[in-house]
């Protein structure tokens, strides 16, 4: 398919290509705009690696063809931090540990941003469906990672007063 000049936002800057509208996001992010943040993983969104958040939402990127994002804003995992220092949730994840091989977690971490944004409180039964539906971990982190989730949100909790 003929290129086609699209542009967009991505963590809050201008960016305009020339591609194809089918060029998946997840290469566009990695090999066109150097954000290596972002995870190839399954490439057929099952496994949730490659997670940014479009609009606010979370998307899985190799499922996510580059025409759909024209004009939208999409947030990548370098976009939480805050210059060369990790963002609140990266730094509770890093303080529990919680990633072994890492490979799936900063899917996670976007995802879990974008929960406690839209439900500052999710049950329980929330935040496992949430994540199960959109994320899979091979390395048995499960635990860490809901340890990370509940000091996330207490954070959230004690910052909105
Ligand atoms: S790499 Fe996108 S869902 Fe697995
Ligand atoms: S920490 Fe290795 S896949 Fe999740």
Known sequence: MADQRITFQVNGNPVELSLSGDTPLVHVLRHDLALKGTRLGCGEGQCGACTVLLDGSPVQSCDTPLRSVAGREIT????LSDMDAP????????DEQAAQCGYCINGIIMSVTALLAREPRPDRAAILA?????????????????RAFDRAMSAVAESAG
Request: net charge neutral; aromatic share 4%; with cysteine.
């Open 76 to 79: 990548t995992i370098e976009g």
């Open 130 to 146: 949430h994540l199960d539906e959109r994320h899979l971990c091979r390395c048995g982190a499960q635990g860490r990672i809901l």
């Open 87 to 94: 963002g609140p949730v990266q730094q509770i994840f890093l």
